[in-house]
């Protein structure tokens, strides 16, 4: 994963890593922005922002940004996350600064046409019910709530709909202005690309961009708590979350280890005493997502009623004991191979590796060597496991029900039932 990398005047970095045997480039723009960065009152701008972009700029209508995209067979997207904000593409190699120009073009040119907003409004709204109608979505952004109570982080990324409807131009316009700027901007390229030749291309598009940011996020606090929602399905979806793991930790890489032993895979202990041996479930699985200033751990099911009572006391159960029992040499040793297996391999693609600099550089200031990642994950010991298992799971809980859920253990019985 050798990269090069250049920051222009304004703060914004440029990264390059060049694989010169392919035919292709990955390319994107990543903003460091998203719900975290919002206000209350302008929950959901970040991603309205992001689909408005899209409307037109000064030189190009919604049609021609597509078309000019398909018409050399590129591909492009964006998404908004909780602290990132991406548009990226992947080309030939041949067509690099034309994507690089439609992307730049719209972080840095958006109009933001009037009716174009008043469309883009509904089909957001519409995006927004699609997620309530999902269980096995919604109940993560009712996590999120929970877990961080009348804060940024449990606010979803999509918002409420009343507050979409009330996104006018004006405020979108502020919203880039304060949160679009160099230091909050890595453009990152992977492929059949030389370095200087990109710097030139970003520098003469985004160079003369604010350096700036002019927004701070408050603090955000895990405080844990429940949640519940009777719905009129099949199914009964479940989440018991915990205070986790924030990006810049001693404790990331263990939490890793610990996450794809208890729930990685289908050698991990929840899937084999939870679906293998009982048969309670179809699908269920540990998570860990890291924020700049938290964390979440936590453990997703999707079950029937008939088997939700008994269900809880078993995750209960295997939670006791990887916290009372250290793991086997055995369950360390596949746990670090499945880990260190899944990041070559998704560093095997352009995109995924566009991603992962980018990301990196703006977490971190820094690109992390594969061999770094490598060498923290091979010194993760069974100790070091039990010692964030513990940590985790001394945590006030989050536990969260969507679905046929009468019956359900309640949140105080859950708590009991977790003897560290």
């Given at each position: 994963?050798?990269?090069?990398?250049?920051?222009?005047?304004?703060?914004?970095?440029?990264?390059?890593?060049?694989?010169?045997?392919?035919?292709?480039?990955?390319?994107?723009?990543?903003?460091?922005?998203?719900?975290?960065?919002?206000?209350?009152?302008?929950?959901?701008?970040?991603?309205?922002?992001?689909h408005m972009v899209f409307k037109g700029t000064e030189t190009r209508n919604t049609f021609?940004?597509?078309?000019?995209?398909?018409?050399?067979?590129?591909?492009?997207?964006?998404?908004?996350?909780?602290?990132?904000?991406?548009?990226?593409?992947?080309?030939?190699?041949?067509?690099?600064?034309?994507?690089?120009?439609?992307?730049?073009?719209?972080?840095?040119?958006?109009?933001?046409?009037?009716?174009?907003?008043?469309?883009?409004?509904?089909?957001?709204?519409?995006?927004?019910?699609?997620?309530?109608?999902m269980p096995d979505d919604i109940i993560f952004d009712y996590l999120q709530e929970q877990?961080?109570?009348?804060?940024?982080?449990?606010?979803?990324?999509?918002?409420?709909?009343?507050?979409?409807?009330?996104?006018?131009?004006?405020?979108?316009?502020?919203?880039?202005?304060?949160?679009?700027?160099?230091?909050?901007?890595?453009?990152?390229?992977?492929?059949?690309?030389?370095?200087?030749?990109?710097?030139?291309?970003?520098?003469?598009?985004?160079?003369?961009?604010?350096?700036?940011?002019?927004?701070?996020?408050?603090?955000?606090?895990?405080?844990?708590?429940?949640?519940?929602?009777?719905?009129?399905?099949?199914?009964?979806?479940?989440?018991?979350?915990?205070?986790?793991?924030?990006?810049?930790?001693?404790?990331?890489?263990?939490?890793?280890?610990?996450?794809?032993?208890?729930?990685?895979?289908?050698?991990?202990?929840?899937?084999?005493?939870?679906?293998?041996?009982?048969?309670?479930?179809?699908?269920?699985?540990?998570?860990?997502?890291?924020?700049?200033?938290?964390?979440?751990?936590?453990?997703?099911?999707?079950?029937?009623?008939?088997?939700?009572?008994?269900?809880?006391?078993?995750?209960?159960?295997?939670?006791?004991?990887?916290?009372?029992?250290?793991?086997?040499?055995?369950?360390?040793?596949?746990?670090?191979?499945?880990?260190?297996?899944?990041?070559?391999?998704?560093?095997?693609?352009?995109?995924?590796?566009?991603?992962?600099?980018?990301?990196?550089?703006?977490?971190?200031?820094?690109?992390?060597?594969?061999?770094?990642?490598?060498?923290?994950?091979?010194?993760?010991?069974?100790?070091?496991?039990?010692?964030?298992?513990?940590?985790?799971?001394?945590?006030?809980?989050?536990?969260?029900?969507?679905?046929?859920?009468?019956?359900?253990?309640?949140?105080?019985?859950?708590?009991?039932?977790?003897?560290?």
């Amino acid at each position: 994963m050798q990269s090069e990398i250049t920051t222009l005047a304004n703060g914004l970095r440029v990264i390059t890593s060049s694989r010169p045997e392919i035919e292709t480039v990955s390319l994107g723009i990543w903003i460091k922005t998203g719900s975290a960065f919002e206000t209350e009152e302008m929950n959901g701008i970040s991603h309205f922002l992001e689909h408005m972009v899209f409307k037109g700029t000064e030189t190009r209508n919604t049609f021609e940004i597509s078309e000019q995209f398909e018409d050399v067979g590129g591909q492009s997207n964006a998404y908004t996350a909780r602290e990132f904000t991406s548009f990226y593409a992947k080309m030939l190699k041949g067509d690099t600064e034309l994507a690089i120009d439609i992307l730049a073009d719209l972080v840095k040119n958006a109009t933001f046409p009037e009716s174009e907003l008043l469309k883009e409004r509904e089909v957001v709204v519409q995006e927004i019910k699609q997620t309530i109608d999902m269980p096995d979505d919604i109940i993560f952004d009712y996590l999120q709530e929970q877990a961080f109570p009348n804060q940024a982080l449990g606010r979803t990324i999509l918002g409420p709909a009343e507050k979409v409807r009330s996104f006018a131009k004006e405020k979108l316009k502020a919203y880039l202005k304060s949160n679009y700027a160099g230091e909050n901007m890595v453009v990152c390229a992977v492929g059949n690309i030389r370095h200087n030749d990109f710097v030139r291309m970003v520098e003469q598009r985004l160079g003369s961009i604010q350096a700036q940011s002019h927004f701070t996020p408050d603090k955000q606090v895990y405080k844990g708590g429940f949640f519940a929602e009777k719905r009129e399905i099949e199914q009964a979806h479940v989440v018991l979350a915990f205070e986790g793991i924030k990006y810049e930790c001693e404790n990331y890489y263990p939490c890793m280890v610990f996450s794809t032993i208890f729930g990685g895979g289908m050698s991990s202990r929840l899937f084999k005493e939870i679906r293998e041996k009982r048969g309670l479930v179809y699908t269920v699985y540990s998570f860990s997502n890291s924020h700049t200033q938290s964390g979440l751990f936590g453990i997703y099911a999707g079950t029937t009623n008939k088997e939700l009572k008994e269900l809880m006391p078993v995750i209960c159960e295997e939670i006791n004991k990887i916290c009372r029992e250290k793991v086997s040499e055995q369950e360390l040793n596949r746990a670090k191979t499945q880990l260190k297996a899944s990041m070559l391999m998704a560093l095997e693609s352009s995109s995924s590796t566009a991603e992962v600099l980018a990301r990196q550089m703006l977490l971190f200031d820094r690109i992390i060597p594969i061999e770094e990642m490598v060498e923290r994950i091979e010194k993760v010991s069974v100790d070091d496991v039990q010692n964030i298992a513990r940590k985790i799971f001394s945590s006030n809980p989050t536990y969260t029900l969507v679905g046929d859920i009468e019956g359900y253990p309640p949140y105080d019985e859950i708590k009991q039932m977790i003897k560290l």
